[in-house]
């Protein structure tokens, strides 16, 4: 007789988790467990986003909440610091480009206005997409099993996110002129910088390079602004991955 394979469940939770405690999830975890047809005794993993993974078995599910008990809680440290500047742009771009972010494990997320954002008729900007964009995180964080959410900032211009972010990081900005990607030192504390479709003003890249910034391609092509920073950001996260620093 072939037995159901069941896979575990991983939710988001937002609040402290200990070993031998019960912890009662909201509706939107309820709905989900649902969804995935959770039963009373299957596994489930939860993610607090601050580090802290528990696993533990669900105790009891009704319509709007389920009670998991925890056997396990492991601690996580921070990955290494890979901070994000993305200009505010196409709300749907911006939310694939923070879902890939996530999975990709960055720890700050930057949306600035560049020159040639002011241009763009649907742009993803103010409270409520700040909500999405958070919902969208949580949900990139329980399907690829991270254990740390980004530190989400509010939108602002350009020059002030760029002063933001200190010399103690290794900060790149894109643009197709700039020296290659490729040999880079990336095992270091790093950000990384993307503009709008367009690209920047001349003005804003040699703003940037005073600030600090280095300017570096990553080819010969025209990507839009979402592929590039998950491209960076890919690029980056393989170099300290391969120097043990994720």
Known sequence: MEHEHR?????????P??????????????????VRRVRPGDAIRLLDGAGAMASGVVASISRHSVEVRLDDVDRHPRPTTLEVIVPVADRDRMLLAAEKCVELQI????????????????????????????????????QSGGAWLPRIHEESDAEAALQTIGASQRRFILDARGASFHGQALADETAVAVGPEGGLESAELERAVSLGWTPVSLGNTTLRFETAIIAAVAVIRAAQHSQGRV
Do not use: C, I, Q
């Open 7 to 15: 896979s575990v469940l991983t939710l988001f939770a937002n609040r």
């Open 107 to 142: 720890t700050a997320w930057h949306p600035v206005y560049f020159s040639r954002s002011k241009s763009v008729a649907s742009r993803g900007e103010g409270e409520k997409f700040h909500d999405k964009v958070s919902a969208r995180m949580r949900s990139a964080l329980e």
């Open 17 to 34: 988790f200990s070993a031998g405690a019960s912890v009662h999830l909201d509706d939107d975890a309820a709905h989900h467990a649902r």
